[in-house]
Each structure stands twice: as structure tokens, then as C-alpha cells.
């Protein structure tokens, strides 16, 4: 009888808890009912408008540090055109300089970025052997790893091969920026929602060529089609011996370098 | 239970789930739609030409052939949509070439750099070099030609922007048959006083003596070096 009445009691309990549960679970989805319903719908299709097929094109970057000279235009520009916070730590690209020295050590610095470029190495000259820019941003992999973690299904990758984040739907967890192994992304401070490279996506797919690429004064940098024959990532590819950034991990980056020091990571 | 469960899932998918998910792939169509209606700021490379032709073409055949319009003046898409609202900068300083063309080591050789500190240090690099077409100048290659460590050591000094023949009145033939046309040279204090006195009329930012009691009993270059005048 006992053992009845406790049952019952905790049936009750049960219930109760679920029903709270619900109730504030749909209590922490409200909002976002509402604003999905709202803002959805208006812009649709506007990529249709424009003619643009996302299934006929795949984009990629080839990077020759060859031509790089670290004057960090890129990355001025990449604030410039998407609102990037301009504080140190908030970066869609930045530049690295290595310097790998006599004794084998190899020292890689970005100051801020390298939006304001670099100043001459002094004093350590003569233990220098040898010394390089290498642009960085994200490798918009083919696998990648912050579409996987993302709990909520807001970062994707579409059929041209951008991997973008939807920041309405975008909780703030952190999960994709742990996941990327090449640090590509970071939390707004502002929104607090992840951020990253596009590819700037809003004028790709307007027939403009990244920020990036159209402010780089020695054309380190080529965006183009990886897969159309006529297009200067394609011949770009063909005439270098290409790296990409921790090929070990399978992320398949359609970010390509052109003579690249092994001791780049 | 159950079947309240499963039309409360239903029901709130139908809601949470935006009707337009999966239309391209697994998310949400009109959150492309939101990222590429994004503002545009940098106009592209091949809008200059509209207005600005004349340094389009200029551009186009020097060294400076490869570097955007808008590396220099900056994100131009609201200038090219209405040339008032936005007036672009230049920049003129000294400073900014160097972000480019600084020596640095980890820089591609074969790139063309200078060391700023000694090349030609006192002037803006837009004095020389043209920017939309910045071959080296062919400088007049005149007093320097022969007087070479007088006019080096006068590009350094304050006296960079003060010409030789404001000093020296030089007879054409001087350059040809430099010993039998000697150049004048400044005779008097009251040469420099033009310049320096208190109460001359140039400008502000030229320092100013009183001739009357400064080095009274002396020539001024006695004192300062002409090509290289040092007040320490």
C-alpha cells in the first residue's frame, strides 16, 4: 500500500516536472519563435534575384607566399568591408611572419593582426635563415569540423563550398571556435554570436572578388573556381606545388598555398 | 502521454523550424539571403575609370599597376554611388609608403624596399615619386651632379626645401665651365636675416634671431654650416 501510494506520488511528481519542463522550454524558445517568424520570408531569394546559382560554382583561394610582403592591407580591409571589431583577437584574416633561426627555433608573430604590418626584425638578423608572411584565414574545408560540433545546425556549408554562419540561429556556444583547428573564428563581443571569413560571400556571389584579394597590392592572394578550367585559382593550382595547413587532420582545406615552408602550421 | 508528446513535438517543429530550412541544403535558405545583402564597401578596381580616367591610365602602365585605387584612398562604394557624400583621403604622409616598401627582411627580395631613415629622410616620398606611377625621378641632375656631398648633406638638414641658387646665383655656363663662372655666395648677415631676422616677413615655422645682437661679431656661417645649419 505503501509502495502504491509512493508510486503515485512520484507519478505526480513526474508529471508536474514535465509539464514545468515544457512550459520553460518553450519559454526559452519563445523569442526565437517570434523573430523566426517575423524575419523570415522577406529577403528570400534574393540570391535568386541575382542570378547566381550557389551549384555552379565552387570557390577556393590559393595564397603564394612567395608574393606576400606582410603589408597587412588584407586584413585592414577585411574590417573595413564586414564590421570587424577593430580590437586585437577579433580577426577574419590576419598575417603571420615567421622567422626560423639558426639554432632551429622558429618564432611566428602577427602583431594586431598585422593590420598595421610589421616592423623590421632588429638586432637578430644575421641568425635569421630564413623568413616569411603567410596570410591566414578560414580554410572553409570541404570536412569541417565547426559544421559537425555546432548544436544548433547554425554554421553550414553551402553548395559553393563557403562554410557560413547563420547568426540568428547562432547560440553563442563556443563549440565551432573549439573545434576549428586553425582558429578562424571567434565570438563577436558585440552580437556574441560566431564569426568568421565568407569569403565575403555578399560580393562573390555579385561578381566581386573578396576584400582581401582586391586590396593585395602583389596578388599573393587568388580567389577564383576550383573546378572551371578557365580561372586563375585553376592555373594558379596547376603551375605550384600546393600545401594546405594540417592536411593530417582531413580537413580538406580549399585554401591553397604556394611555397610553403614546412614549418608552417 | 505519448500522443500529446508527439503532436507537441510536431507542433513545435512546425513552428521552430523555419519553413525555408533545407531548401538548398541542411539550413536555413533565407539566413544566405540575410549574409549577402550585407553592405559592400570596397567598390571593385574597375569602377575608378568612370570619372577618374586620366589617373586609370596613368596607373595602369607603371609599377603601381597591381595596387587597387582603394588600398590608398580607402573603402570607395558610397564615393562611387555619389562622389560628394564621401570625399576620399590620400595619404600624403611620409609614413604610409613605408607599409609597403620598408626594408624588411622577411620580404620577397626582389621586392623594391628602401631604408626610410636614409632615404632621402627630410621630404614626403610624394615629392619624388608620382603615386599613381612611382618610377624614380629623373632629377635634374644639376648642382647634385658635381656637388654631390654638399646637396647629400643638405637633403638632410633643415635647409632641405631652401634651393642652391636662392644662395648661390648661378651663371648657366657655371655647369659647364665651372671654374671660369663661379656662382655668387652670400656676402652679408643681412642675407641670412632675409630669412631669420625678427623681423622678416616669412613664415612662422622658419626660426627667428635677432640679427642686431645674435653672433653680432661674426658671419653667420661661421658658426652654422649653410648645407647642414644646426642650432643645438
Known amino acids: ?265 | 502521454m505519448l500522443i500529446f508528446l508527439v503532436t507537441a513535438f510536431i507542433f513545435m517543429r512546425s513552428i521552430l523550424v523555419p519553413p525555408d530550412f533545407g531548401k538548398y541544403g541542411h539550413y536555413r535558405a533565407s539566413a544566405i539571403d540575410e549574409i549577402i545583402s550585407q553592405e559592400i564597401k570596397y567598390a571593385g578596381h574597375t569602377v575608378c575609370y568612370d570619372c577618374h580616367d586620366d589617373i586609370v591610365d596613368l596607373k595602369k602602365t607603371g609599377y603601381h599597376k597591381n595596387v587597387a585605387c582603394e588600398v590608398c584612398h580607402g573603402p570607395a562604394a558610397l564615393h562611387t554611388d555619389d562622389p560628394g557624400e564621401l570625399k576620399l583621403q590620400a595619404p600624403r604622409e611620409r609614413g604610409y609608403c613605408p607599409l609597403c616598401h620598408e626594408y624588411i627582411s622577411s620580404r620577397p627580395t626582389g621586392f623594391p624596399q628602401i631604408v626610410s631613415a636614409s632615404h632621402n629622410p627630410m621630404k614626403p616620398c610624394i615629392s619624388c615619386h608620382e603615386p599613381h606611377d612611382p618610377k624614380p625621378p629623373q632629377t635634374p641632375k644639376e648642382c647634385d651632379a658635381c656637388h654631390a656631398e654638399i646637396s647629400r648633406t643638405k637633403s638632410l638638414s633643415h635647409h632641405v626645401y631652401v634651393d642652391c641658387i636662392e644662395c648661390h646665383q648661378t651663371p648657366n655656363e657655371h655647369k659647364i665651365k665651372p671654374r671660369e663662372y663661379l656662382p655668387s655666395k652670400p656676402t652679408t648677415r643681412e642675407f641670412c636675416g632675409n630669412c631669420h631676422s625678427k623681423d622678416s616677413t616669412t613664415p612662422e615655422e622658419i626660426p627667428k634671431i635677432d640679427i642686431n645682437s645674435h653672433g653680432e661679431r661674426y658671419m653667420c656661417w661661421q658658426c652654422h654650416y649653410p648645407h647642414l645649419p644646426e642650432a643645438q
Open chain 1, 1 to 265: 500500500m505503501e509502495k502504491v501510494n509512493n508510486q503515485k506520488s512520484n507519478d505526480i511528481k513526474r508529471r508536474k516536472f514535465l509539464k514545468n519542463l515544457f512550459l520553460s522550454l518553450s519559454g526559452l524558445f519563445l523569442p526565437g519563435i517570434v523573430s523566426a517568424a517575423t524575419k523570415t520570408g522577406r529577403l528570400k531569394d534574393l540570391i535568386l534575384s541575382l542570378g547566381y546559382d550557389p551549384k555552379e560554382h565552387l570557390w577556393g583561394m590559393g595564397i603564394d607566399i612567395d608574393k606576400c610582403i606582410g603589408c597587412g592591407r588584407c586584413v585592414n580591409a577585411c574590417k573595413e568591408e564586414n564590421g570587424v571589431p577593430r580590437d586585437p583577437f577579433f580577426f577574419r584574416t590576419w598575417v603571420e611572419r615567421y622567422r626560423i633561426y639558426d639554432n632551429r627555433e622558429t618564432l611566428v608573430d602577427s602583431p594586431n593582426g598585422a593590420i598595421d604590418g610589421f616592423k623590421p626584425s632588429i638586432n637578430d638578423e644575421g641568425n635569421i635563415i630564413r623568413s616569411f608572411f603567410v596570410p591566414k584565414l578560414c580554410n572553409h574545408c570541404d570536412n569541417p569540423p565547426c559544421v559537425q560540433v555546432c548544436p544548433v545546425g547554425a554554421t553550414f556549408k553551402t553548395d559553393d563550398g563557403v562554410i557560413l554562419v547563420d547568426s540568428k540561429y547562432c547560440i553563442g556556444c563556443r563549440y565551432c571556435i573549439q573545434a576549428c583547428p586553425y582558429g578562424a573564428r571567434f565570438l563577436d563581443p558585440e552580437t556574441r554570436t560566431a564569426e568568421k571569413c565568407t569569403f565575403c560571400y555578399h560580393r562573390i556571389t555579385k561578381e566581386l572578388s573578396p576584400a582581401c584579394v582586391e586590396v593585395c597590392p602583389t596578388q599573393a592572394r587568388i580567389f577564383g573556381e576550383i573546378k572551371k578550367k578557365p580561372s586563375p585559382l585553376v592555373r594558379f593550382m596547376r603551375q605550384h606545388v600546393l600545401g594546405v595547413l594540417k592536411p593530417a587532420l582531413n580537413t580538406e582545406p580549399k585554401v591553397f598555398y604556394a611555397n610553403m615552408d614546412m614549418e608552417v602550421r
